[in-house]
């Protein structure tokens, strides 16, 4: 594919954004791919670029810190960039100023953008005397994130910090390490002398720079038969040298050198609470040596604390001193913890990050379409079909709430007539059939056309409660949200509160996301549809409820799937949402099984009865004058449990429960 790469920072300035960029080149080479990179112009690059053409942009240096340079692009220049290039996917790599530019031309242009979060840039607000700034800042952040189709956090605390502010459709993706060049054998004992005279090397490698609160090194200057080393470059060097002027300052050393240093200490430590991932722990853990940082942001998820090393208190300096105190006067834990460490990141290559960044770049390429066509700021956006549930096999009983959609009207394919069948029919017989052995499998069908949300709570759920089933879909509000009063976060709520009553009563739930056919006229209500099934997810995620998202199903909306009625899904639009319900549950090979069904069938749908204003329109209208609804007297088409045969194929007129609870013929 081909991947344009937006840069905040660049070579010749080498920080962790600059780096990753730079292995990120070199994996998407030698995998294939073709590469270009937008970055601030600062000056000649004499590195390599791993055949990336480079469109470097008239940038201004950072007042605080003039290493970092700012890019004031317009949004017109990035698009023509981009559109002479093609991009398959846009990469913005720890996007802030130049990112918010190139998410906007990735908009422009309908291309999948991936927002990688690297900078903690509301804590630098802070740490930079700008606190007032702070949250201006979180809110830049927040949108452009939610403007991207996709957002890689590299750490549980950085997802978590992401989450906060209200950040969507986020995807954990670490870092690699350079595990040839970062190892243990790089230890240089000609160094070690030259530097520490036979003392106990405690260091720290990085930028030196404010929010890296490497002042707080200044606790362990006096430990007897430590030598402190401070490797790296940055704005605060000056200060550190007046604060620490016992400490080695090497200056700014890369590659072999850097390696070399870091793999020569016997401590590292990293006092910065604000890393979004922290890669020079990383490097000290490949290199074999023992850390101890600060309990918070991204150190979390690399030190094993008693393992590879100790995680300290936040803000307590006593506690960093005692763990510095301990490995110090300890040779043979020393040498214990930078086994593990090394152990800890040994798969932690880049070759394997790589090819994880190219999934979810696919991923990205999925999701723009959905992005493209549901209305702006509607909430949470759907996500891609996730990982199917483990526990299916052990469902033996199923009742489906809802309204028409979920009664099956107009999928009368192979039933007598003024009969239907439906997507949870459908789903009800492949679960009978893949469940585990050949016991019988339980349903029933408590939908009924027109029902709403209050139907919901006031009829359907106090009879699936009292069934007691393993599992419960619940698949409503499409009648609640076409009319003009309605409150899509409101009827969520409701729907929240019903679910978790169903497993309170000890059920499974299956959440269904609204779905509205590809057609003009769906315009109208769009927006409260798209909200509606943003609350979904959330009760979903909340609640710990399965989740079928139906916005996710690009195919469900081709009018192909909808009935002539033009408000119901046809035969094939129910088989399709069986299938895709089969896979969330952890049916095997249920998509698959899915394609091939309906290479099978041939048209099923009852021909037009006649033209659609007289058949369809005309009709609905009529009864909406009258205050009347299609369901008015009608009551579900299985009230009672249904036994269907499992896999044995047993004739179901011959099963029973194993209760006293009553059961209509199958």
């Known amino acids: 594919m081909k991947v344009a790469l937006l840069a905040e920072s660049f070579l010749p300035h080498m920080n962790g954004v600059t780096g990753s960029v730079l292995h990120v080149l070199r994996y998407l080479r030698a995998a294939g791919h073709e590469t270009l990179v937008i970055a601030p112009r600062a000056g000649e690059i004499e590195a390599d670029l791993h055949g990336a053409r480079p469109a470097l942009l008239r940038s201004v240096p950072l007042p605080a810190y003039p290493e970092v340079r700012i890019v004031f692009a317009r949004t017109a220049t990035l698009t023509r960039i981009l559109r002479e290039f093609r991009p398959d996917v846009i990469h913005l790599a720890s996007p802030f100023v130049l990112g918010w530019q190139g998410v906007q031309a990735a908009d422009a242009l309908s291309v999948p953008s991936v927002a990688v979060y690297q900078t903690d840039v509301t804590a630098y607000a802070h740490k930079y005397g700008v606190a007032g700034a702070a949250p201006l800042v979180a809110g830049h ?286 789903l009800a ?56 009063w309605s409150d899509p976060v409101a009827l969520a709520r409701r729907v929240a509160d019903a679910v978790s009553a169903l497993q309170d009563a000890g059920s499974r739930v299956l959440l269904v996301t609204p779905v509205l056919p590809r057609r003009r006229a769906s315009a109208l209500f769009a927006r409260r549809f798209a909200l509606y099934a943003s609350e979904l997810r959330r009760v979903a995620r909340e609640t710990g409820a399965l989740l079928l998202d139906a916005e996710a199903l690009p195919e469900l909306a081709d009018p192909v799937m909808w009935a002539h009625d033009r408000v119901h899904l046809s035969a094939r639009g129910h088989r399709l949402l069986s299938y895709r319900a089969a896979a969330v549950l952890g049916v095997p090979d249920a998509a698959a099984l899915g394609g091939l069904d309906d290479a099978l069938h041939l048209a099923e749908d009852e021909p037009p009865a006649g033209p659609w204003l007289r058949v369809h329109a005309l009709p609905w209208l009529w009864r909406r004058v009258r205050g009347r609804t299609a369901g008015d007297g009608l009551g579900p088409k299985h009230e009672a449990l249904v036994v269907l045969p499992g896999r044995g194929g047993s004739d179901s007129r011959s099963l029973r429960r194993p209760d006293t609870r009553a059961t209509d013929s199958a």
């Open 429 to 484: 017989q492949l679960l009978a059939q893949t469940g585990g052995g050949d016991a019988p499998f339980a349903y029933a069908n408590l939908a009924v056309r027109s029902r709403r949300v209050r139907d919901l709570v006031a009829d359907q759920l106090p009879r699936a409660t009292e069934l007691r089933p393993d599992l419960v879909s619940v698949f409503i509000g499409a009648n609640d949200l076409v009319a003009p």
């Open 141 to 426: 952040i927040a949108r452009l994130h939610r403007r991207a189709t996709l957002t890689l956090a590299p750490s549980t605390a950085a997802r978590a910090q992401l989450e906060g502010i209200a950040v969507d459709r986020i995807r954990t993706w670490a870092r690699g390490v350079d595990a040839a060049r970062f190892a243990p054998s790089r230890r240089d004992e000609a160094w070690r002398r030259l530097v520490g005279a036979g003392r106990i090397l405690v260091g720290y490698a990085g930028r030196l720079a404010a929010e890296k609160q490497i002042e707080d090194l200044a606790a362990l200057a006096d430990i007897p038969g430590v030598k402190l080393v401070v490797v790296g470059e940055g704005p605060a060097r000056a200060r550190l040298e007046a604060l620490l002027p016992d400490a080695h300052f090497t200056g700014f050393l890369g590659g072999d050198a850097l390696a070399e240093a870091v793999a020569s200490l016997d401590v590292f430590v990293h006092p910065g609470e604000h890393e979004t991932f922290c890669q020079g722990v990383q490097e000290a853990l490949a290199s074999g040596v023992p850390v101890v940082a600060t309990g918070r942001g991204g150190p979390l998820d690399l030190v094993r604390s008693s393992i590879d090393g100790w995680l300290y208190r936040p803000g307590d300096l006593g506690d960093l001193r005692l763990r510095v105190s301990d490995l110090v006067g300890d040779q043979a834990k020393r040498a214990a913890f930078g086994l593990a460490a090394r152990e800890g990141v040994r798969n932690r290559t880049w070759e394997a990050l790589g090819a994880q960044l190219v999934g979810h770049y696919e991923e990205a390429i999925r999701l723009r379409p959905l992005d493209d066509a549901r209305p702006a700021g509607s909430g949470e956006r759907p996500s891609a079909p996730g990982n199917a549930a483990s526990a299916a096999p052990a469902l033996r009983s199923f009742v489906a709430l809802g309204d028409s959609l979920t009664e099956g009207l107009c999928d009368s394919s192979r039933m007598p007539a003024g009969q239907y069948r439906g997507w949870a029919d459908r």
